[in-house]
């Protein structure tokens, strides 16, 4: 088995690796759940299925830090801010 980050700054980059995917792989699905404001709902397993990801790579010490969900914002959501919507 391989050795848990413990390391904050490892644990980011992961992180935004794991969001960037979700980016790649789910752009329309991201850009519509925004412009409709339900992207929490539309994403959810596949959020959910990052943070699994994540948790199984981490310390829980680094998990409970919420990096995870900080990245999720930043790649999902702030990156999208051209993106109309009633929420913004």
Known sequence: MATLI???KRARQLARAIASDLTL???PKILEGIA???LFDVMSDEINEGRE???SRVT???FGQHIYERAIVDV???SKGHVK???W
Request: glycine share 0%.
């Open 6 to 8: 413990d390391n904050p």
């Open 85 to 87: 919507s009633k929420i």
């Open 53 to 55: 990801l994540f948790k």
């Open 76 to 78: 999902l959501i702030k």
């Open 36 to 38: 409709n404001d339900n």
């Open 25 to 27: 792989y789910h752009e």
């Open 60 to 62: 829980e010490d680094i």
